[in-house]
Structures are given as C-alpha cells and as structure tokens.
C-alpha cells in the first residue's frame, strides 16, 4: 500500500514538474518572438502617462533577463525619471498626456516626478492632464501640465493635509495582550497607541508642523502652475471651493469639464490631427523599454548609485526591506572598483533594527576613506533611516521628505492577563540569577525593565554620537533636535540635519563634482533576486504574492495596511531606531 502510495506521489509530483517546465518553455518562446518587435514611435505621437502601480525608488531588475519582469507589479522611479527625460528630446514625442488617479507613490517621489514634468515643458512640448478624479496628491502632480481637466461628473479633493493614529490601550486591557514598551525620547510615539488612549501634546505639536510644511510645499507648487496665491489655494480648501468640477472651475483649480472623447478631441486640434483619425498614443510602459537605449551618463569613470529602500531588519534583504547583507556589500563592491570614482546612497527607510542601521553606518565611514559618499534621501529618511546616512560627506533631502526621528525604542510582547485569564500558568527553571530574565507569560519584572532601559540608553547616546559627528555639531545640540521627533526635508535643512535640497540628480551631480568628474556613467546596486528567480528557489515569491493579494482583497486596503503594518511591529527584535508612526496622510 505504501508503495502505491510512494508510487503515486511521484508520478503526481513528475507531471507538475513537467508542466511548469512547459509552461516556462512556451513563455520563454513568447518572450523571444516578441523580443523585435520594439516600440515604434510615430511622428506626432503623444505619451500617455498614467501611474497605475506602486512606485518604488529602484526595482533592481537583471535586464538581460527574460523572466525579470514576471509578476511585476511596480515601476522604477529612476526609470520613470529617465523616460520622461528622454521624451523631451524626442522629436517624435509631441507632448504627454497624464491620466492618474490615485497615484501610488510617497510625496517625495511625486514631487521628483512633477519636477522631472517641469524639466520637460521647457523643451516647448505641451502637458495636458485629465482625470474622472483627483486626489489631493494627483492634483499637486497633474497641476504642473499647461491645461487641467475633469470629468464633469466626476470630483477632486483638496482641503488640506491630514492624518490619523490608532490608539491601542483599551483594546490591551481588555483582550490581556499587551506590548510592553521601553523608549527614549519625547517625540518618539511609536509606542505611544500601546500606553495612552489619546495623543499626547508632543506629538500632536510635531505631526500639526510637519504635514504644514508638507502642505505648504505642495501649495508653493500648484501655485507656481496655476497662477493662484497660496493665500487663495489655502481659501479655497477651507471651504472646500473644488468639492464639484464647477467649482473646481470657478476657482481656478482646473481649466475645464470635458469627458474622455471631448479631451481627445482637443488633443487632436492641439496637434492638427482630423476628428475621425487616431491619436498616436505611446503607452508610458512601452516607451519606458525604448528609453533605456538612450543614456545621458556615459563616461568610463562611474558614480555608484546604491539604493537602500524599506524598513531596516537583520539579514540579507531585498526590495522590499534593508539588510546589512546586501547594503554592505554593494558598498564594498563600489569602494574597490576603480572605475567608480564616487557613491550615492539612495535611502527611503522609516528605519528599524539600530544593530543594522549602526552595522550600515560603520560601513558607510569606511567607505567614505576611500571615495566620496553622498546620500540622498526620498520619501522617508527617519531614525535608523537617518541613522545610515549620517556619516556621509554630504546630505541631499527633498522638501516633502520625512526625517530625524532621533530616538531607540524596545517592544515585547506580554499575554499574562490572558494567561491568568484563560487558566494558563507558566513555570520557569533556570540555573542562575538572571537565566530566566523574561518570559511572555509573566509580568516584566523591574530588573528586566532596568536592564533593557540601560540598552536603550546606550543605545539612544550611541546614535546622538553618530548624528553629531556626521553632522559637526555637539551632543546637546542633537538632543535638543532629537527625542524622536521628526521633520520635514525643508526644516531638516534649516536645522541642520541635511546640507541641501535637492534630487537624486542633485545628489549625482554633487557626488560627481567633489570627484572632478566632467563625465561619467552611472552603476547602480544591488540587484535584487526576480519574483521568478524567488518562485524557482523555493515557490516563494508566487505563494506569497498570490497570498498577500487575496487578503487585501477581501479586507480592502487600509484594513490590510494596518494589519500589515501590526505583523510587522510584532515581528521587530532588539532595540529599534524607527519612524515614531507611521504615517498615511491624506
């Protein structure tokens, strides 16, 4: 019977093999009779520009890789940069339309992007933008094209920044599970939902200043575009004067109401093309591909452009988080090669784990010995975010950036209520004093607490001593900027946490200036393992993906983030040097 069994098995598991095997070999054909096809760019074309996936810095794909692209789901910031710098030098490409709605990308990238949109009008092609809805970040974006139009049925939003945190306390006492939670800092509100049922003054002082310096960004932006003071963009949110599209009109938000066949139609007469004949779109995607056979950085010397993106944790990392593993390594790669002259450290991290982040930073000092580093921060740069970019030669921040954070906490879990509660009792056995220091089902005892306090304390000295050495100031100096509190990209500069405003290309530029670079070409690092690379090791990726997306669709979206972001917080070890929240604005 076991043989059968056995048997069975095998020739089951067999044909699966062979059928993914087949399937892999007839993508593999599709990819390659596909593969000359190219992207052809007629004259008078339009690029259609609309952000339907998730935004990251850097996807750090292999493209010579036939599979890379497989179950991709993102776009590549410094790709989307690139693409729309290339168009502008196309004289093919006539001008862009942008359709977004509800773009996916943090406050920092959009702004790079809206910046990258503005190089492009100077070259005299035209922008026009038309959506059945903006939100506010859509419209801060779509507010940079010569024309803006909606749908006249459809809506926008604009009445400011806001934001929301979930206070835990209630919920704690009343289910026996609780996190027990040691910090440093004023500021530092992490772990303020699991000790308050509201929000302490500090807090509320740090988040009301910094989604106003956010909003003021924004409202130096569209001001610029739509000829409207910020006075009068800030009256026109309070009372909520783009709530319709005739309103939106009246009060200078957009230019029109037109459906989608109407702002076809005046694309057309923009361009000279008859009513009955065809626009020549180019998909944003597809000209994306055609763009990477053109560089502006060419040159055999190279600045190292090493991108470190997500929370920070113990371990080799990827795209979705920063580990020691592969941010020391891209850094040692680029310190020994002696074609790369210079290095930028790209970084968008809330922070996480201070063991890495400290590990990241001693590699950065090295690093810097030997070429000049740069450091360029994108949408968050905060805690152990900052801390890996501290020591750099110089600092590169966007206005809407979100950063500091300066400031150690310690979270563990307890469920000794709900033990005693459901009739559990815990023992313990040790064979010295302090052998049993913790155990989830009691109480923390005051020597433990002291204990973790004191690394805590350590800790948080240990990261004021970084910041002041990289930034030239004193100790006390830090800690009054300090205690966790977090700033934007434009007070960060003022303070003194960063040297300048600035991109990613501000950032290059400046790496390749202290290198006396006149030319070069750019290298970036790491790269990241595929999606079917992860699928082909272990069934990974596609198991967890496929996961993740039934989840989110059942729940809907922001109930998945929170609890994504509630696994996550339960999964930290050690002592953490991270965002103090985090933050949805809206």
Do not use: C
Not at 148 to 157: E, K, R, S, T
Request: aromatic share 10%; glycine share 10%; proline share 2%.
């Amino acid at each position: 019977m076991n043989f059968l069994r056995n048997l069975l098995a095998s020739i089951l598991g067999s044909l699966m093999a062979f059928g993914i095997l087949f399937a892999m070999f007839m993508i593999f054909l599709a990819l390659m009779s596909n593969a000359d096809d190219g992207v052809v760019v007629k004259k008078n074309s339009i690029l259609e520009i609309s952000f339907t996936e998730p935004i990251r810095d850097y996807l750090g794909k292999d493209e010579t890789d036939p599979f890379g692209g497989f179950w991709d789901d993102e776009a590549g910031l410094d790709e989307i940069i690139h693409a729309i710098r290339v168009a502008s030098g196309d004289d093919k490409i006539e001008g862009i339309s942008l359709t977004t709605s509800f773009v996916q990308a943090g406050l920092a990238q959009t702004q790079e992007i809206r910046k990258a949109l503005e190089d492009f009008k100077t070259s005299g092609k035209f922008i026009y933008a038309h959506s059945d809805f903006f939100t506010q970040k859509d419209y801060y974006l779509a507010s940079v094209a010569d024309k803006l139009y909606l749908n006249p049925v459809g809506g926008m939003d604009f009445k400011g920044l806001s934001t929301e945190v979930l206070y835990f306390k209630d919920l704690q006492e009343k289910t026996g599970v609780k996190m027990e939670v040691i910090r440093h800092g004023k500021y530092k509100s992490a772990v303020e939902p699991y000790l308050s049922n509201t929000m302490s003054a500090e807090n509320r002082e740090q988040l009301r200043e910094l989604i106003t310096s956010l909003w003021g960004e924004m409202l130096d932006g569209i001001s610029n575009s739509r000829g409207l003071s910020t006075d009068q963009l800030n009256t026109i949110a309070d009372t909520l004067g783009g709530r319709t599209p005739e309103m939106a009109v009246t009060s200078g938000l957009i230019d029109g109401k037109l459906y989608v066949d109407e702002y076809e139609n005046l694309l057309k007469q923009n361009l000279g093309v008859e009513e009955e004949d065809d626009l020549n779109y180019v998909s944003f995607q597809d000209y994306i591909t055609l763009s990477k056979g053109t560089r502006y950085f060419v040159g055999k010397d190279k600045v190292a452009v090493i991108y470190a993106q997500g929370e920070i944790y113990y371990g080799e990392g990827s795209k979705e988080f920063i580990g020691q593993g592969l941010i020391t390594s891209a850094l040692q790669k680029a310190a020994r090669s002696e074609n790369v002259k210079a290095i930028v450290l790209r970084i968008d991290s809330p922070g996480g784990s201070a063991l890495v982040s400290d590990i990241i930073w001693r590699e950065v000092e090295l690093t810097k010995k030997e070429k000049p580093v740069v450091v360029s921060f994108g949408n968050v740069a905060a805690s152990g975010g900052y801390y890996i970019g501290v020591g750099a030669d110089k600092i590169y921040a966007e206005p809407t950036t979100i950063t500091g954070s300066i400031g150690v906490f310690g979270t563990i879990p307890n469920v000794s209520e709900l033990a005693g509660d459901i009739g559990i009792n815990a023992e313990q056995v040790g064979t010295n004093k302090n052998s049993v220091d913790y155990s989830l089902f009691e109480p923390m005892s005051n020597s433990f607490r002291d204990v973790v306090q004191e690394g805590i304390e350590d800790t948080y000295n240990t990261f004021l001593e970084r910041v002041a050495a990289g930034r030239k100031m004193s100790v006390e100096d830090v800690d009054a900027l300090a205690q966790g509190r977090v700033w934007s990209g434009l007070d960060a500069k003022e303070n003194g946490l960063v040297d300048e405003l600035g991109t990613l290309e501000d950032a290059i530029a400046a790496a390749a200036e202290m290198a006396e670079l006149d030319s070069y070409g750019i290298r970036k690092y790491p790269r990241y393992k595929s999606d079917f690379e992860r699928f082909m090791e272990n069934f990974g990726g596609a198991k967890a993906k496929l996961g993740e997306a039934l989840i989110q669709e059942e729940i809907g979206n922001e109930a998945y983030q929170i609890l994504k972001e509630f696994k996550q917080f339960t999964q930290q070890k050690g002592i953490q040097a991270k965002m103090p929240f985090s933050l949805n604005i809206k």
